[in-house]
């Protein structure tokens, strides 16, 4: 729907301000404001009050961190069947008009309607019905954000996709499995000893990650749903860094087997591992391309840690960082156009996005402590943990960097965040 | 329609549940003319309840619950040579192991040396700043050429294993010089 692309306001444009978006139950801290917002109004659904969790703020809040939209509230109910008053929408200066209801079933259940408004055109663009019990009701408010998002932009909503963290507070470690906007966490494992690198696998099933409970760092795989792990590898020396091939049947780890911390092959059953980079310094931070063809890596073979590439069968390695003598934590979009990465400036470490097509590069942050960057599996907001005003926390940028907004939800030290695929529904 | 053919399509409608229905794929029923109408006054509304195929999505977590796990400790329970410290400090960016510490190395190597059973991890450190993992290749580096020290020593390097902490294990808190640089180091740590 590229007509949407062009119903900017562009008095947004000119404005480069702080918006707070405060809600009763959370609080979406979003800052900037992109030029090509769509303005939406989310009318309050019908029978709304019924749900314990507020359907129309969990939509509202999801489409305002995507930077993509610039929602409001009309002031006004209107259910899925009923056809809005478009002559008084229109001095409510929005391209569409988000309706809805929520009934409450004999079983317990709760029955959530929406139907979307193009309020340029005055035509009905579809809505859905979700049947679901209380625990599920976020992901049916994230669900619905997704439909919208797609609807108006033409490209897949990451609502309801999920992302994985770790907290360390006092002496206790936690890997945690959440929504997307940092809300709905359940804890997947709870150590004494640190937990880094948590990776989705492709499926979402199951995370890779380094845990440090047998004195040493180990690389595990587990599966979220059912708790069990499994040891993926364990060799002399350090195991670090897993990422996952995008079949899922392999993943690269670092180890130190062989002497200095070497990027390495091995399947997701376990084995033996295969050796694909050969220097006498570090590799290490792989990650695959969208495609498997080949793995960008940190190296400091060139005296400095840089981003460099190779095919993941191993072979001629590739230099793809030059600015700065400090660039690490590569992770690819969807698509495989853009690289984002951290690169250090002085003191600061900040979020970096390069186009690959032209090797432009630009910086996507104001903080100073940037790390870990992951992107949304539809490429359109790169997830990452940094620090404000000294606090841990993690955030979401668009990839022009106007719109940044904060995850909540936690309240110790979080970081290590990583952005899990779409899920099948 | 009859009331018959409603409360079908409402028997329909609850106890369907399998797959979705898009509101918009269903026909269009003018709702002046409806008699399942809300009163509303609009038309070119599609109607969720008139379609007979009609079913709602049950909206499930694919996970539903994450099966939390607790991991074991482990003790830090370090034996090895009596009245010798057990850790050396490095400069920044640095993995030259100072002369400073030479005195402890070689303590270290005579009683490895004299107790050719006995297991030693070499554990590297860095300060906080800087990446995870990259500061966990560092920590390793550090680790490595303590092991070198050793090995030089005549130490058999079957006896040792080089791992990393990177920044996660601090000696000292803090994020100024006087606490990066006790964390800046390597642990001497002999398996019981």
Redesign the interface.
Known sequence: MTRFAFALTALWGLLFGVVNVAHAEFKVEISGVGITQIPIGISEFKGGDLAPQRITQIIAADLDRSGQFKTSKPGMVIDENTRPDFVAVKSKNIDGLLTGSVTRLADGRFDIRYRLWDTVRNQDLGGQSFVAFTPDLRLVAHRIADQVYEKMTGDKGIFSTRITYITKHANRHMLWVSDADGENAQAALTSPEPIISPSWSPNGNELAYVSFEARKPVVYVHDVSTGKRRVLANFRGSNSAPAWSPDGKTLAVTLTKEGGSQIFIIDAKGGEARRITQSSGIDTEPVFTPDGSAIYFVSDRGGSPQIYRIPSSGGPVQRVTFTGNYNISPTLSADGKWLAYISRNGASFKLQLMDLATDKVTTLTETNHDEKPSFAPNGKLILYATQVQGKETLMTTTLDGKINAKLSGQTSTIREPHWGPFLKP | MNKTFISFLLALL?TA?AS??????VPVVD?KASSVS?G?????????SASSSSS???????????????????ENTSAGPANVDKVVYFDYDSFTVKPEFQATIEAHAQFLKSNARAKL?L?GHTDE??????N???G??RA?AVRQSLSLLGVNAAQI??????E??PAAQGSEESAFSKNRRAEF?YNK
């Open positions: 609850l549940c979705g229905v898009k509101l918009n794929e709702k809300n509303s006054s609009g038309s070119g509304m599609s109607d969720i709602s999505q049950q909206v499930q977590q694919p996970t539903s619950t994450v099966e939390p796990v607790n991991s074991l400790g482990n991890s554990e700043r800087g990446g995870r993992e990259y966990l290749a560092l390793q580096k490595d294993e080089t791992v990393s902490f990177g996660e294990k740590f």
